[in-house]
């Protein structure tokens, strides 16, 4: 890839409240392998009327492509 990194579209359903960022990206982090320390949380959201929260995410290759 062009910028060393992958992006994620993520649903997490049934929840009560909109999560803290901190812990949609330890969930994600322990459920795909990812080193946390490589993961950015771009934008986080509920659905209007739902209790789906969307988050989308940006995982990159190592942290000299993170800082740059």
């Known amino acids: 890839?062009?910028?060393k990194r992958v992006e994620?579209?993520?649903e997490i359903s049934d929840v009560k409240a909109t999560p803290?960022?901190?812990?949609?990206?330890?969930?994600?982090?322990a459920k795909m392998g990812f080193d946390p320390k490589l993961v950015i949380e771009d934008t986080i959201y509920t659905r209007a009327d739902t209790s789906v929260?969307?988050?989308y995410v940006k995982v990159y290759n190592d942290e000299k492509t993170l800082e740059a």
Request: proline residues 5%; glycine residues 0%; aromatic residues 6%.
């Open 20 to 29: 803290k960022r901190i812990d949609v990206l330890k969930q994600l982090s």
């Open 53 to 55: 929260v969307v988050a």
């Open 8 to 10: 994620y579209e993520i």
């Open 1 to 3: 890839p062009l910028l």
